[in-house]
């Protein structure tokens, strides 16, 4: 069966402990649908309790069970209805993917004094203070889980900058420590050195870091018996402490997990390649750039030429270290690196990654059921938003699970229509997709003669006209303007 994920939350996903819940009742029909795995959200409590999307990471044990931070379930709800909806997504053949934020901490439980300089925040490199003595939160001892699962305490130690420090303006800090007093190599020049995003950034250097993180992976696998991570922010973390957290993690569970890491740089193909190559491969990374193309091409319209969709992408690249996505969290509007794909061109951006041979591709929880939300724009105006479920997307879906198998023709030659077919294989007849960002158009196409005589639909349901393919194999198929039509046989 074809792979297929799906990323279960978005930004604004709703509080008050219904995702695990929600996740778990869905099971049924996300298989229905030919999902293969879900991507859950962060699980452990962070800085804001019960409010924390999860990328603020305070107590990375507190999977919903602790008293901290205000509450003890955290935004998606409790440990045992986490362990639940795993345990029912697995029952349907689904596997469950975690998501592991180990680039910062946020919510210190103590102030500590030590020594550090500012950079500038444009440039880390650049030191634009003398050294001075700070006091930050930095210890972490976590009195709501006291020692259960681990009794270590991070410390100033554990972390190589902070954005705080007790009356003084905000700013970034560089701590200078035995591990270091330079930041982390990265694969990269950006913003000098981009070691430092938010929060507490953790010092992977520090060997006793890397043995908790390490421990804290085999614990978590043992609690949930996971089968891949989604990595946060590689952009902001050695690359060689992954290759031997992820070497150590699929060791020690005896299980090849799945790892797919987010290294956000859309349109530096470059950067992706190089990634994968430090890492050895050892990850698939998300094809920021192809969503980038997505995004442009709903924005240019009729202007865009369709033949450069797959231009500069790593899904053509190198198309088994890819995932392709049309929108996540990070994308949607409102968000620092909103880039999203407008409405009209959905349709067609899901037909691209899920009908076609390459990538695996992820589906966006919007996209399959709709979203609505409030939030404040750049200009910190409140802004209601409506995300309205694709066109067609069940639809899509199922074809990609029933249909989109064997050999793959191109017929690509129109700046504004793409077109291709899928031969099927043994086990599944195959499909013929049309899309087209201007006029409608019909597109000759070659399904293979063993479907000579027989008669396909759109299962879109654009058309209730069908197409019968010809004694050579050939059909004539086609698409409305602005749109995508799939056929099947009947």
Request: charged content about 30%.
């Amino acid at each position: 069966m074809n792979s297929t994920m799906i990323q279960f939350f978005h930004w604004y996903s709703e509080g008050n402990g219904k995702l695990w819940k929600e996740a778990e009742q869905q099971a049924e029909y996300l298989s229905e649908l030919g999902i293969t795995s879900v991507w859950l959200p962060p699980a452990y409590k962070g800085t804001s309790g019960g409010y924390s999307i999860g990328y603020d990471a305070y107590d990375l044990f507190d999977l919903g069970e602790f008293d901290q931070k205000g509450s003890i379930p955290t935004k998606y709800g409790t440990k045992d209805d986490y362990l639940q909806a795993i345990q029912t997504l697995k029952k349907k053949n689904i596997q469950v993917i975690v998501d592991i934020v180990l680039g910062h901490k946020a919510g210190g439980d103590e102030l500590e004094t030590f020594k550090a300089v500012k950079v500038d925040e444009d440039n880390r490199e650049k030191v634009i203070s003398e050294v001075i003595d700070i006091r930050s939160y930095t210890k972490f001892t976590f009195p709501g889980r006291g020692k259960k699962y681990s009794d270590f305490e991070w410390n100033f130690m554990c972390f190589s900058g902070v954005d705080y420090a007790e009356g003084m303006d905000s700013h970034i800090f560089k701590i200078q420590s035995e591990y270091g007093n330079d930041w982390e190599e990265m694969i990269d020049n950006e913003k000098g050195n981009y070691d430092y995003l938010m929060y507490n950034d953790i010092e992977h250097r520090n060997p006793f870091v890397r043995e908790e993180l390490n421990h804290w992976a085999k614990w978590y696998f043992d609690q949930t018996d996971f089968d891949g991570v989604r990595l946060d922010a590689l952009k902001h973390i050695s690359f060689d402490f992954y290759k031997e957290w992820l070497t150590l993690l699929r060791s020690n569970s005896g299980k090849n997990i799945f790892a797919v890491g987010e290294y956000w740089a859309p349109g530096y193909l470059n950067l992706l390649q190089k990634y994968i190559e430090v890492t050895e491969g050892c990850m698939s990374l998300f094809d920021s750039s192809l969503q980038n193309n997505f995004h442009n091409a709903s924005k240019e319209g009729n202007s865009y030429d369709l033949r450069k969709i797959f231009d500069q992408t790593l899904t053509q690249a190198d198309p088994l270290h890819s995932v392709t996505l049309v929108d996540n969290h990070d994308t949607q509007p409102l968000q620092d690196l909103e880039a999203p794909v407008e409405q009209w061109f959905k349709p067609i951006a899901y037909a691209l990654i899920l009908l076609r041979i390459d990538g695996y591709p992820c589906v966006f929880y919007p996209d399959l059921y709709g979203a609505h939300y409030i939030d404040k724009d750049k200009e910190g105006n409140d802004q209601e938003i409506f995300l309205n479920k694709v066109d067609g997307i069940e639809e899509i879906l199922k074809a990609r699970k029933d249909h989109a198998y064997g050999k793959q023709r191109d017929y690509f030659k129109d700046s504004n229509c793409l077109g291709w077919i899928r031969e099927g294989d043994k086990e599944h007849s195959g499909c013929a997709v049309v899309l087209s960002n201007k006029d409608a158009y019909h597109k000759p196409m070659e399904m293979g003669k063993r479907y000579s005589g027989k008669t396909f639909y759109d299962v879109l349901g654009r058309f209730e006209e069908k197409v019968i393919i010809d004694p050579k194999g050939w059909g004539d198929f086609p698409v409305p303007s602005g749109n995508v039509s799939v056929w099947i046989p009947e």
